[in-house]
């Protein structure tokens, strides 16, 4: 198993570009979310899904899209990059919704200049 | 809004110490509470977990213990080793939403 697997691991974009944070997993778990890591913020819900078609928003939502057509993937869209989104990403999945089994990957560090 | 959060955002100790790390949660309805460790350029990973049914529960080396009553969580390491070092979030989950809420995290520094 290669758990969970996020791509790319380091992206710079411009303000206003837009681009996807891919999210792979191959433990076959219902739940995934994504989310944001700031420096003395801990980390922070963006979105999250409790299985394939049904995507919920989390505590920081705005500037993000999200769509889970598989299991098995859960891409983070951001539509027109800010720099206020300059942050490291991670994305978790997990066999409940509750928080149990959490399993991270290993975070994209994005920055927008 | 509901919170969890740290004591203390630094702790440094000597190489073979217990350490503890503390950590403050608001909601009364959490029912689960896990620990996560996390080295430079990495994830998150689990640690321990506790359920609200618990006040205390061991791993390896690991012990997190649960005070319902002043609404506390702490970690405890024991014969802390160089190894250890890193961040430390404490993680709640918040009852009603099912949602998973992160503390802000402690930097544990093992001094060799």
């Known amino acids: 198993n290669a758990g969970v697997t996020q791509t790319p691991k380091f992206q710079v974009l411009k303000t206003g570009q837009s681009m996807t944070l891919q999210c792979a997993q191959d433990m076959n778990h219902e739940y995934m979310s994504w989310y944001r890591q700031d420096p003395g913020m801990g980390l922070r819900l963006i979105h999250y899904s409790v299985g394939a078609g049904i995507t919920d928003q989390g505590e920081v939502p705005n500037g993000y899209n999200v769509s889970r057509s598989t299991t098995e993937d859960f891409p983070l869209r951001l539509l027109s990059a800010a720099p206020s989104q300059t942050s490291v990403y991670f994305c978790?999945?997990?066999?409940?919704?509750?928080?149990?089994?959490?399993?991270f990957g290993s975070g994209t560090r994005l920055t927008v200049v | 809004g509901e919170n969890v959060g740290l004591h203390l955002p630094t702790l440094s100790v000597q190489e073979g110490d217990n350490s503890i790390i503390n950590c403050a949660y608001s909601n009364s309805a959490s029912d689960y509470f896990i620990w996560y460790k996390q080295e430079s350029g990495k994830g998150p990973q689990f640690i321990i977990d506790?359920?609200?049914?618990?006040d205390k529960r061991q791993g390896q080396r690991v012990t997190v213990l649960l005070n319902k009553t002043v609404k506390h969580l702490s970690l405890q390491i024991a014969a802390t080793q160089p190894g250890d070092s890193a961040v430390y979030f404490c993680a709640e989950n918040s009852g009603a939403t099912n949602k998973l809420i992160f503390g802000t995290g402690t930097l544990l520094a093992v001094q060799p």
């Open positions: 978790a999945s997990s066999y409940s919704i509750g928080g149990y089994g959490y399993t």
């Open positions: 506790i359920r609200s049914n618990m």
